[in-house]
């Protein structure tokens, strides 16, 4: 499943992590459809607007396929179908579809067969373990990448900020039967939980994991739905910690959603190395970890070398010195 996540980047720095290069080898950041209808948030739930990568072709009929754009749009797939006045008032949960089953369903084989393939931008998302009676959430990640920083400044081929998540989604867009402006909305494909992440839960997103897979998804021109569902499968390149319970009330809105704590010895779970160098330095406290220890890419999807697991302080660092994110909130409890 996949019923919350976290994206605390402003858009234009969504913009600069999605830094890709098309067909012809050039190097291109996706433009904004509409920026203004993205918020930033550490707790996003369904029917929240979220930055999603499209085919340029989608807009454009005679845009090159391989041109990317970011998109803001509502978490929950209204199908195009759908002929009531309120999208609310669909009486079934489409913010998951089952990998297993979803060419069966017409709300997602439609625009499947249509080429509405999606790539949904996240720093991560949320997952419930359950144990004796109670729910734990998890932060689930990209493990981050350690690499040296150089001087100056972020350009179109630098990004030096946490790795976007890259989940595989179907978007469609409903028009209001009364007239009115389209609503693009999508649902998040999910598959079996890798084995690292199935003493959290059963299932997980599919994730895209690298640019080509990023590619593939998202070329519905060239890349046929047959050949695309090949990558729809689950992965073990992931990170997780535990986290705070404030998350469960999606009304709190703050860094103290996603960052590490220690757990008490009556909760067990497999937890991989980057979780555990995490979670050992917010325990050591130690500055001399925080200096230099930000990921640098020369894109999210571009990449210099194979990722390595990242020490703790990566997490703590992002949460730390973040701009453009949002306003924190007092948390709530439920």
């Not at 130690?286 to 220890?293: L, R, V």
Request: charged share 30%; aromatic share 8%.
């Amino acid at each position: 499943m996949c019923g919350r996540t976290a994206c605390a980047l402003g858009a234009d720095r969504i913009r600069r992590a999605c830094v890709y290069r098309d067909n012809h080898g050039r190097t291109r950041q996706p433009e904004w459809r509409d920026a203004d209808k993205y918020s930033p948030s550490y707790n996003k739930n369904p029917q929240s607007n979220s930055p999603v990568l499209v085919s340029r072709r989608h807009f454009e009929k005679d845009a090159d396929s391989s041109e990317r754009v970011l998109a803001a749009m509502r978490w929950g797939l209204v199908p195009a179908w759908f002929r009531e006045a309120d999208p609310s008032k669909m009486q079934y949960k489409t913010s998951n579809c089952c990998s297993e089953t979803m060419m069966e369903k017409p709300s997602y084989k439609g625009p499947l067969v249509k080429g509405r393939r999606c790539v949904v931008l996240a720093d991560g998302f949320y997952e419930w373990q359950q144990h004796n009676g109670k729910k734990q959430p998890y932060f689930i990640y990209f493990p981050q990448p350690k690499q040296e920083m150089a001087d100056g400044k972020d350009d179109d081929e630098e990004w030096k900020g946490w790795r976007l998540l890259t989940m595989a989604g179907i978007f469609d867009c409903w028009e209001p039967p009364d007239g009115g402006d389209a609503l693009y909305t999508y649902t998040i494909i999910t598959v079996d939980a890798s084995k690292g992440l199935s003493d959290i839960h059963n299932r997980m997103p599919a994730i895209l994991d690298g640019d080509e897979a990023v590619r593939k998804w998202l070329d519905f021109t060239e890349v046929s739905t047959q050949e695309a569902l090949r990558l729809i499968h689950s992965t073990e390149n992931i990170a997780f910690h535990p986290v705070s319970t404030i998350v469960n009330n999606s009304r709190n809105n703050t860094p103290e959603c996603l960052a590490p704590i220690g757990l008490g010895p009556k909760t067990e779970t497999k937890v991989s190395t980057s979780s555990k160098m995490m979670l050992d330095w917010v325990k050591n406290k130690s500055p001399k970890k925080e200096e230099g220890d930000l990921p640098r890419w020369s894109s999210q999807f571009i990449q210099i070398a194979a990722p390595k697991r990242t020490s703790a302080g990566l997490m703590h660092q992002w949460l730390k010195k973040e701009e453009g994110g949002p306003c924190a909130k007092k948390p709530k409890t439920q």
